[in-house]
């Protein structure tokens, strides 16, 4: 999250007001990430206190939006833990705001972990695989919009800013990404919305009652609809490697996958493409993170990542690839 567009208190609280949200009691800029203008907001109704996240799209339009946020309605209404968006008086999710597409969804409780336990990567194993099944009838469809088309496109544009050792792996991998593609395998693999970007930082836990919870996923702008072996690969590159090196985590990797395999078992052709969607996951957000550190846009908040991280864990990926092979996937 970040802040690209300003808000004041007196243009939030009039919106909240028009959402029946209550009166705003406090807010404050976001600024993990990238994507988007994000604020925290709390109001007070009817002597309680609620709290909400004001998002403002950057990229996305008004006719791409109803997809995540209507997918959010719809895995929250078959019990999935996501935020739920607030309609406003006409009934739409999303809305015009400061010139902006926006919408308003309910803070989740808790806090992220981000340094997570095998305890932790078979909580998200199983939510990640519930998610996958309760999307299966959701009746929208929107590509993946950071899929191989978006690195066939992005690739040449971040090139000129990389040194030769990087643009070699940066091309190689991405050919080897589009023979993968053309593959029937491929091609065969089961698909449906995904989340795409469910890192460490996108899910919320509590142990309040002294035992582990995960009280919510967020942050679905990335999703659209792709192989769930891909989605699978994106959490399994964040949740179950070492960050400093991004050497692979065997426990916490098997932890996550019996979890997930406990709810969805994967077929044969997944369990046979994992190494190559885990190479995949690893491209496609060293591309972004390139382009996001090179090409940024103007924000009064942001963070921008490390590109060289994802650069690190696709070598690890490249150079052993056996790793995820190395364990028995079904519980």
Same mark, same amino acid.
């Given at each position: 999250?970040?802040?690209?567009?300003?808000?004041?208190?007196?243009?939030?609280?009039?919106?909240?007001?028009?959402?029946?949200?209550?009166?705003?009691?406090?807010?404050?800029?976001?600024?993990?990430?990238?994507?988007?203008?994000?604020?925290?907001?709390?109001?007070?109704?009817?002597?309680?206190?609620?709290?909400?996240?004001?998002?403002?799209?950057?990229?996305?339009?008004?006719?791409?939006?109803?997809?995540?946020?209507?997918?959010?309605?719809?895995?929250?209404?078959?019990?999935?833990?996501?935020?739920?968006?607030?309609?406003?008086?006409?009934?739409?999710?999303?809305?015009?705001?400061?010139?902006?597409?926006?919408?308003?969804?309910?803070?989740?409780?808790?806090?992220?972990?981000?340094?997570?336990? $095998?305890?932790?990567? @078979?909580?998200?194993?199983?939510?990640? =695989?519930?998610?996958?099944? /309760? +999307?299966?009838? #959701?009746?929208? *469809?929107?590509?993946?919009?950071?899929?191989?088309?978006?690195?066939?496109?992005?690739?040449?544009?971040?090139?000129?800013?990389?040194?030769?050792?990087?643009?070699?792996?940066?091309?190689?991998?991405?050919?080897?990404?589009?023979?993968?593609?053309?593959?029937?395998?491929?091609?065969?693999?089961?698909?449906?919305?995904?989340?795409?970007?469910?890192?460490?930082?996108?899910?919320?836990?509590?142990?309040?009652?002294?035992?582990?919870?995960?009280?919510?996923?967020?942050?679905?702008?990335?999703?659209?609809?792709?192989?769930?072996?891909?989605?699978?690969?994106?959490?399994?590159?964040?949740?179950?490697?070492?960050?400093?090196?991004?050497?692979?985590?065997?426990?916490?990797?098997?932890?996550?996958?019996?979890?997930?395999?406990?709810?969805? $078992?994967?077929?044969? @052709?997944?369990?046979?493409?994992?190494? =190559?969607?885990?190479?995949? /996951? +690893?491209?496609? #957000?060293?591309? *972004?993170?390139?382009?996001?550190?090179?090409?940024?846009?103007?924000?009064?908040?942001?963070?921008?990542?490390?590109?060289?991280?994802?650069?690190?864990?696709?070598?690890?990926?490249?150079?052993?690839?056996?790793?995820?092979?190395?364990?028995?996937?079904?519980?």
């Amino acid at each position: 999250m970040a802040v690209y567009t300003e808000v004041s208190t007196q243009e939030a609280r009039a919106l909240l007001r028009q959402l029946k949200l209550g009166e705003l009691t406090a807010m404050q800029g976001c600024t993990k990430g990238i994507e988007n203008t994000n604020y925290f907001v709390s109001t007070e109704q009817g002597g309680e206190t609620f709290d909400y996240v004001l998002t403002l799209f950057e990229r996305l339009t008004l006719a791409q939006l109803p997809f995540y946020l209507r997918l959010m309605k719809h895995l929250a209404e078959r019990g999935i833990p996501v935020p739920e968006p607030s309609a406003n008086a006409r009934g739409d999710l999303v809305f015009e705001f400061k010139a902006k597409p926006a919408a308003v969804v309910t803070r989740l409780r808790g806090s992220s972990e981000l340094s997570p336990t $095998p305890a932790h990567c @078979a909580a998200i194993g199983t939510t990640l =695989a519930k998610m996958h099944l /309760a +999307a299966r009838d #959701f009746p929208l *469809s929107q590509p993946n919009l950071r899929g191989l088309a978006w690195w066939n496109e992005t690739v040449p544009v971040v090139l000129p800013h990389v040194n030769p050792t990087q643009a070699a792996l940066l091309q190689s991998e991405l050919a080897y990404q589009n023979h993968v593609a053309a593959s029937s395998a491929y091609a065969a693999l089961p698909r449906g919305p995904i989340h795409a970007d469910l890192f460490r930082d996108n899910v919320m836990f509590d142990n309040g009652q002294g035992q582990l919870e995960l009280t919510g996923v967020f942050d679905f702008y990335f999703a659209g609809v792709d192989s769930w072996l891909f989605d699978l690969a994106v959490c399994l590159n964040d949740w179950c490697i070492d960050l400093d090196t991004g050497t692979h985590d065997g426990e916490r990797f098997q932890s996550f996958l019996r979890a997930y395999s406990a709810v969805r $078992p994967l077929e044969s @052709a997944e369990r046979a493409l994992l190494p =190559a969607l885990l190479r995949a /996951a +690893a491209l496609r #957000f060293w591309i *972004s993170r390139l382009w996001d550190y090179y090409l940024p846009r103007p924000a009064s908040l942001l963070q921008p990542h490390d590109p060289a991280h994802f650069e690190r864990v696709l070598q690890q990926r490249v150079m052993h690839p056996q790793a995820a092979n190395s364990l028995e996937m079904q519980p």
